[in-house]
């Protein structure tokens, strides 16, 4: 367990742009057991006759390591390391007090449920030499208590109505939009932040979909779940504007990020470019990074693309270290 530990020294200090708790993050909390991998995950792929073929795949790792992760906990870090205490809620097992530590060192004001009938949610990460990889994902806790977690068991309602930004992220798809429905009949003021993630292309239908979107302002995905959005579910930038969201970012690994707004009846597409990086270490993670510096922009009062570039920033340190908590301003 001596992984479970960061390497930043310089704690956050000095005053965030919006008071404690008027950041709220909803999310993962997940001990991430990565593996590095001899070679790379394409060449093991067969194929035959210019098709995929019958996969039987084997691979051999150099290392296996434990950090601190999942979405709700990536994000409240990051935005713990720029100086804004977010309040950070989510489930976890009899295990997460070591988490808890960390996390409170950053100044995240934790409102998690725990039990201890099980344990946090666990990611396996295979990264190859090409920095690709595989994950899965297994639930822990989270698949039970997260169907059933309401807003309102942890938050006071002075807590809902300081909350001037919330960004929702996996969860399940019922969780995140039942979530978002729950705030936002509460607080109606605030930024909300669709940020389905990975499990858009596990368990969201269209109409989670248009419910999650009906009651947002920004739709975050990565360049994966945004092919997945048009090509599964059919939505279109058009069809998401109508909805009500006014801002969609589509993050693009190493090639930037790029923001789609409508304007003058027209989409309009800008690109932030991402940070030139030295060597990439470990990509995981990096989003969540981008995510927190973007929020961390938009509640110090800079624009959309303005916070973008922090997140850009963010996310290429955070690809230079090992683990998605690791790395330092």
């Known amino acids: 367990m001596k992984k479970l530990q960061t390497k930043n020294t310089n704690l956050p200090a000095g005053k965030a742009g919006l008071q404690p708790s008027s950041i709220l993050v909803s999310g993962s909390l997940v001990y991430d057991t990565i593996f590095s991998l001899n070679g790379t995950i394409r060449e093991q792929i067969q194929i035959e006759n210019g098709a995929v073929g019958k996969q039987n795949l084997m691979f051999t790792g150099n290392a296996k390591e434990i950090y601190f992760g999942g979405t709700g906990g990536n994000i409240a870090f990051g935005l713990g390391l720029l100086g804004v205490k977010p309040t950070l809620v989510s489930v976890a097992g009899r295990d997460i007090a070591i988490y808890e530590e960390h996390l409170e060192k950053y100044g995240v004001i934790l409102k998690i449920k725990k039990t201890k009938l099980g344990f946090t949610p666990t990611f396996y990460g295979l990264t190859d030499d090409n920095k690709e990889q595989i994950g899965i994902y297994q639930g822990g806790v989270s698949s039970i208590e997260l169907p059933s977690l309401l807003l309102k068991k942890l938050l006071t309602v002075k807590e809902f109505s300081n909350i001037k930004i919330a960004i929702f992220s996996p969860g399940t798809a019922e969780s995140i939009t039942k979530q978002i429905l729950e705030f936002r009949k509460i607080n109606k003021k605030a930024l909300v932040i669709f940020d389905p993630g990975q499990m858009l292309a596990i368990d969201f239908t269209k109409e989670l979909l248009e419910k999650a ?3 947002s302002d920004i739709g975050i995905f990565n360049d994966t779940e945004f092919v997945i ?3 599964k579910f059919g939505f279109t930038l058009e069809n998401i504007f109508s909805l009500g969201v006014s801002s969609v970012v589509e993050t693009k690994g190493k090639e930037g990020a790029l923001l789609y707004q409508k304007k ?14 030295k060597k990439v270490i470990d990509p995981t993670g990096a989003g969540d990074a981008f995510r927190a510096g973007l929020i961390s922009g938009i509640s110090n009062g800079k624009t959309i693309l303005e ?7 963010l996310g290429a340190k955070c690809v230079a270290c090992e683990g998605c908590q690791t790395y330092c301003l």
């Open 307 to 313: 916070s973008m570039k922090i997140g850009a920033k």
């Open 213 to 215: 979107f009906k009651n």
């Open 264 to 277: 003058d009846g027209a989409v309009k597409e800008t690109l932030v470019k991402t940070p030139q990086v």
């Open 229 to 231: 959005l048009q090509k």
